[in-house]
DNA sequence: GTCTATAGGCAGATAGAC
DNA sequence: GTCTATCTGCCTATAGAC
């Protein structure tokens, strides 16, 4: 089945968020679909294959919510909060942002997996540029954007990280309020 | 020679702030040291044992920094500062914190070792409550201390993260500003 | 596309000599 | 404390049948 693919795709994705690529194994992952390893070497000859195709699908389903939020007619406070809620539906299941786990395997990474992880970054940071560029009229910081966007999304990685190991969403409730504080100047 | 497990436990350090537990073998560590893989099991006989070795000697050099810092006749700001310094030169080295590392491992570990990884997290939450407490006179933030102090905690480690795959400290740079604007209102 | 079978390597860990 | 030697198991990856 062609939809094996897709199948093995979600599982694995699943798997890096909690356990991070080194922690998935070809055997477990075609245990959890059903299938043989030998049969996931098919869809994805090696292993930095499967990386790629998860930092590819990942972020286009991420820049896929960014396009319906950048599209609705709200005001910056409302694009903002739910672009860290995105981040807070995450932390809820016990998992890190996939490229934020594989940021911390960076040194493991294959070159393009590298360039396709600092893409993500890159091209996210421009997104909160654009944003906030679109809404001048309700940005109160004195700070210039790229910093405050280099903020926001090292915050929100950072605060799933350390809401991960203490359980509940502590960090991404702080971060909420100071990313707040600083675009809005309260 | 007892030395060996000092160089051992440095080399250890060194390779997971860069790698990750996962990334460690002990054949590599083993040669990075000159010896062989048995012997390394004579000082940690299993790899949670190291890892625990690990997160105590990083946990105790970490608030031996701290514990300079506190004692320190310096305003508020200076200590945050210093605090935010130790950070920036991890980063210079392009590592992550050794227990930021570990806590994108978290699922591999054993309850004990999270254990000692929520310690880290938590003792150093509550030295940043207490700077904040010991400085009434400088904190300008109308948040309550617990709230500042998990923000700045989550900033600096996502900031580590990120700036290890971009390279450069922009990240770090964006928190520096954010926490003084934060804490002092500017 | 999926399977069985297997190669070849590296992992953590142990036994026992020195 | 360190060594050699080895066990057992898992890993990625490939060959070839169906």
Redesign the interface.
């Known amino acids: 089945m062609a939809q094996n693919r897709e199948k093995l795709e979600a599982a694995a994705q699943e798997m890096v968020q909690?356990?991070?690529m080194?922690?998935l194994s070809f055997r477990t992952l075609a245990a959890e679909v059903g299938i043989k390893s030998s049969s996931v070497h098919y869809h994805f000859p090696e292993k930095s294959d499967l990386g790629s195709a998860l930092i590819q699908r990942y972020s286009s389903e991420f820049f896929a919510q960014l396009d319906v939020i950048a599209g609705r007619d709200d005001t910056l406070n409302a694009k903002i909060k739910s672009f860290i809620d995105i981040f807070e539906e995450v932390g809820r299941q016990n998992k890190?942002c996939l490229c934020?786990?594989m940021?911390?395997?960076?040194?493991?990474l294959s070159s393009s997996n590298?360039q396709l992880?600092?893409d993500y970054?890159d091209n996210t940071e421009k997104w909160l540029i654009k944003q906030l560029e679109a809404h001048k009229e309700d940005y109160e910081s004195?700070?210039n954007r790229k910093?405050?966007a280099?903020?926001i999304?090292?915050?929100?990685?950072?605060?799933l990280?350390?809401?991960?190991?203490?359980g509940g969403a502590?960090?991404i409730?702080?971060?909420r309020?100071?990313i707040n504080?600083?675009v809005f100047g309260?």
């Open positions: 909690h356990k991070g080194s922690g890190l934020g786990m940021a911390a395997e960076y040194e493991q590298r992880l600092c970054f004195t700070s910093v405050i280099r903020m999304m090292s915050s929100l990685e950072g605060a990280l350390l809401d991960r190991i203490q502590r960090h409730g702080a971060q309020g100071v504080q600083i309260r």
